[in-house]
Structure formats: structure tokens, C-alpha cells
């Protein structure tokens, strides 16, 4: 909540910035700002996800190396006091801590409850909360948590081999939307000129401003909604998306704001003037 607020104060301050400083139109400044000060929290999004998708790679290499541990004969607290040793990245104080409630003599319910809800991760939390119910019900420890890493990373093999089969319709959606991007490019700077021609004492009713926004918010729609489908396409996750939603934007952004406005237009009704 406290990431939001802030970048919410970010994007009243880039609209202001905008409209009094670059004399963008109320309207403009309005969407620009909006597009620029969801970048920071975008970064932020995909930065979380990246740590998360990390620790449920740690907590995989954890749980595997404990089961091979608790085969071989070790109880749990000699096991995990082995495992401390191992580098497991960002959830290596997260074993430490449990190996040191498990000495205390806290019970292994409490212990891993503990674990999960330390690990803010939700993967994690759904494979503990899942040990824990085989475990009170009686059934072993090891045997529990070996079938539900087998589970997990089946279901990632499954994942992995989807990602693998799209790949490249990732590549033709990014061509696409370059392709979008070079025809409102075409449209703005050879085409649109073309439209201020008018008959010998006729003025020209093309409204341009309306025309430029035009694209420029057709432009910002298929980003967002581009960006949304490839993150649930490639990761499933509308979330995950977010990283595309940036990277369309900022080439909406660059095209609109630093491309157009810097390339003479009409350079054809130059020529054939000439």
C-alpha cells in the first residue's frame, strides 16, 4: 500500500511537471505523467517477482537436499543443522531460523507455519500449509514433502516446456507491435500532411490535435492490453505482464514525445514540390 501512495504523489508531481513546465495539454500531461509514474512501480512489480520466483528456486534446492538428508537416516533438527551450512540465497536466515526453533522444541507445526509466513512468498506458504495437513494426519514427514516437491516440479516442467512452445509468439508480438508503432510513424509524418491540402480558397477542416491524440491513445491501449496478454501467455500471470506494459509504453512514449515531433513532416510533399 505504502509503494502505491508513493508512486500515486509521483504521478501528480510528472502531470504538473508536464503541463507547467513542458506545455503539454492538460490531456497529454494527464496520460504522460500516468505512463511515466507507473514505470517505478512497474520496476518494482517485476523486481518483487524476480525475488519471488528466486526463493521458490531456493526452497526447491531446500526441501530436495532435506529429503535426501531424512533418507539417509538424520533427524529433522541434525538435518537442518547440516542444511545451515548450504548457501540457499534469500531464505538462508529462514533455515537458520528454523533449525534454532526446532532446538528450542518447538513443535514442527509452529516451526514450519513460522517459515512460511517469514518467506512472504505464496508458493511457498501453499507447500507448507500442505505438509502440515499430511502431517497431522499422520503421514511422514519425508515421504509428505518429497510428493509435493515431485508435484511442484512437474508442474513446472509442464510450464517450462509452454514457455519454450511460445517463445516465439513472444517475438511475433513484439514484431507486431513494432509494426503498429512503424504505421502510426507512416501515418503521423508521410500521410497526415497529405490531409492539409486543400482546394484553392478552401480552408482544411482536419481537426490534427484530435488526430494526434488519436493515435496517441490507441497507441497507449494496445501497449497496455499487448503487454497484459503476453504476461499471461509466457507466465500466466497478468502481473507478470507488467514488465511488457513498460517496455511498450516506453517506446510509445519515445515514438510521441522525442521521434515525431523532431522529423520534419510531409518530407514527400517537400519533394515533390521541388
Known sequence: MKEEIIDIFIIIVLIFLFYFVFNFSILNSIVTGIIVG??????????????????????????????????????????LKQLEKNDYGRINELVKNLSSRIDWGVSIEDSFTEFAEESNSRM?????????????????????????????????KIKEDKKAA?????????IVFAFFLGIVFTFQIFLLPFLQISLPGQASNVNFNFINNL???????QAVFAG????????????????????????VIILFNVIIPIVP??????????
Do not use: C, W
Open 124 to 156: 511457498i506458504k501453499r507447500t507448507i500449509q500442505s505438509l502440515i495437513d499430511i502431517y497431522k494426519e499422520g503421514g511422514n514427514l519425508e515421504q509428505g514433502l518429497e510428493a509435493i516437491i515431485n508435484s511442484i516440479m512437474e508442474i513446472r
Open 166 to 174: 511460445i517463445h516465439e509468439n513472444i517475438i511475433h508480438s513484439y
Open 215 to 221: 493515435m496517441y491513445y490507441m497507441s497507449i491501449i
Open 38 to 79: 507507473i514505470f517505478p512501480y512497474l520496476i518494482y512489480q517485476t523486481i518483487i517477482n524476480n525475488i519471488e520466483k528466486e526463493k521458490e528456486e531456493q526452497f526447491i534446492r531446500f526441501s530436495i537436499d532435506l529429503i535426501g538428508l531424512l533418507k539417509s537416516g538424520l533427524s529433522l533438527p541434525i538435518a
Open 265 to 274: 513532416k510531409g518530407m514527400f510533399l517537400i519533394n515533390i514540390n521541388m
Open 228 to 251: 497484459l496478454s503476453m504476461g499471461k501467455m509466457y507466465d500466466d500471470s497478468y502481473k507478470a505482464g507488467a514488465k511488457y506494459v513498460a517496455i511498450f509504453l516506453f517506446m
